[in-house]
């Protein structure tokens, strides 16, 4: 008899717990293959009086990050990391990326020995020196081998079981197709492929295409100025994983994790609103920040600086024409209108 | 002494007076290699008591179909079909597309022996027996070699100089970098490739993707499905050209002519809207031309009814489920939610 796979969501945030419920779904419908509790990693915080885990596990819900949306009953929230996760065989990672290391960092020499995680982690890390894949640096840290989701997925129309699509990349076929059973459904439909690394880098150099899109609409630009930024921008991610990461193919950029993403970010999204904003006011990204997210940092502006760092000591600034103008404009005050005037080779 | 190119420009519509705009400007650059006269032949009407081509030639404006925009001197509207291409090299075609056969039929034996042309007719002639490019209908009748050209262009964008991309699909390279001179600007950047029957295949088919991104627009659907909809579209565009037209190029799609110009439809247009409104007000497709667009047609259900009678006696129509769904909701009464149910393979 084969071991059932036994699966840890590890974060419970807003996608984390839209994501949970399709687990926890999806499990239940292939009880040969499955263990049928899910165990997710909850990070403890007060929730009106009481521990988050414990609201969790009686309502059926994350009132705090997905209110109104039930899991279903196998689903167990477990404050604990290392319990959470030292028996599973399956672990999904969705939280955000500055916790990575240091969960990762707890995990090691806990986990199973025949586990294999996918990281629903949203970014690269871009320093001047290198690129890293989350999903390599989990690899790295865990010993183990690690997919990547990403897709035209916003969680509440997914928890809303919204028709949607996603991509999974995975290199391994049976974890692909094992990933498959645990993900796909009738409204949240995968596609599996094997380029990883694309499915990631779309993922995070969307948001500097997002921002190009948003300084067109700030400037009244029409929707052939913008279509033809976003397919300049599809270009360049493209380029920079060709360049960067050989092994990144065409059509990965045609999955939903490619084009589909990058129509939804660059027609609503905040990275596209406050970059209209910062045409239309005129004041700095930190200012829009503050007034517009809470003081949380905007994702899209950050990855242009980032990348341009990246580009730079390498003297191929101008080999990226928009992702460069994108970080002129935000961070050295060259003109607006740049965003089409520079933006070709 | 090498002879120097003439132009002549077939079509006055609002396309044809902003495409003009853009050759006689163009031709100016390269004194050498085109002769400086632009004709351009319209279609005589009576304009306010005037006709047309007086008109035009007198204000350098078509003030019927492209009010505001100044052409430049050396444009000379003439109402002789004959007279206007006799003598030219280069014969620009932009036109509606139910007049190609009878003008092509006039000017059949009174072209020049050097004539080749391009095509900027929007739409394929889609038989049950068989599909034909509006290029290729061209090439036939006059026996010259005919090049396309389509991408995210709005006409009225395009003569305001808003910046946009646009494809020029040419198998010939000298006349493919002819046609760059010819259309090429600051803010109408063109990209040449080979693969033209690609270039014509996206202009038509994007419509079909349209009303279905109009239909989810109606039922309220988020930007995710949407998304969703239109990479959907996407790949049966995509597969379309691949199993009735080998030779059409992945690459393509990635053109202007491609996911640029399908976000812009999916995004704005006409058949966008009207499918939209055929699901929130429940009228037929019929009516809703009547109500919304003067009694004009609309492209994107005639072109779905078009692939459906193709399609159906070859026995294809799952092969192509977002087609297949677009036709059965507009024509047989399918419940608009088969959108999204039915899409998927």
């Given at each position: 008899m084969v071991k059932k796979e036994s699966v840890c969501v590890i974060g419970s945030g807003n996608w984390g717990s839209a994501v949970g419920k399709i687990i926890g779904e999806n499990v239940l419908k292939y009880p040969d293959v499955f263990e049928e509790e899910v165990r997710q990693w909850v990070f403890e915080e007060n929730y009106r009086g009481e521990k988050l885990t414990d609201v969790i596990n009686r309502?059926?819900?994350?009132?705090?990050?997905?209110?109104g949306i039930k899991f279903p009953p196998n689903i167990r929230a477990v404050p604990n990391l290392v319990e959470a996760t030292k028996s599973a065989s399956v672990l999904v990672f969705v939280l955000p990326h500055q916790f990575v290391r240091g969960v990762c960092e707890e995990m090691k020499g806990h986990i199973a020995p025949n586990a294999r995680a996918i990281s629903l982690i949203k970014g690269l890390e871009i320093l001047p020196e290198k690129v890293t894949l989350f999903s390599e640096e989990i690899s790295r840290k865990l010993g183990i081998n690690v997919a990547s989701l990403s897709g035209a997925n916003i969680a509440d129309e997914v928890a809303k079981e919204r028709f949607c699509e996603t991509t999974i990349g995975c290199q391994n076929k049976e974890d692909g197709e094992l990933f498959h059973k645990l993900f796909n459904t009738d409204y949240f439909k995968v596609n599996v492929i094997r380029d990883y690394v694309g499915v990631e880098l779309c993922g995070a150099l969307k948001n500097v295409v997002a921002v190009g899109a948003g300084i067109s609409d700030g400037l009244g630009y029409g929707s052939n100025t913008k279509a033809a930024i976003i397919r300049l921008g599809l270009m360049e991610m493209r380029k920079f994983g060709q360049t960067?990461?050989?092994?990144?193919?065409?059509?990965?950029?045609?999955e939903s994790c490619g084009v589909a993403d990058l129509i939804t970010t660059c027609s609503g999204g905040r990275n596209r609103k406050v970059a209209e904003a910062f045409v239309r006011t005129g004041k700095p990204i930190d200012v829009l920040e503050k007034e517009l997210l809470n003081g949380q940092k905007l994702q899209g502006t950050l990855t242009a600086q980032e990348v341009y760092e990246f580009l730079s000591p390498r003297k191929m600034t101008h080999e990226f024409p928009l992702f460069t103008t994108v970080y002129r404009i935000i961070y050295e005050g060259a003109p607006v209108e740049s965003i089409v005037r520079d933006i070709t080779l």
């Open positions: 309502e059926r819900e994350n009132p705090k990050y997905l209110p960067f990461f050989g092994t990144v193919e065409d059509s990965t950029f045609f």
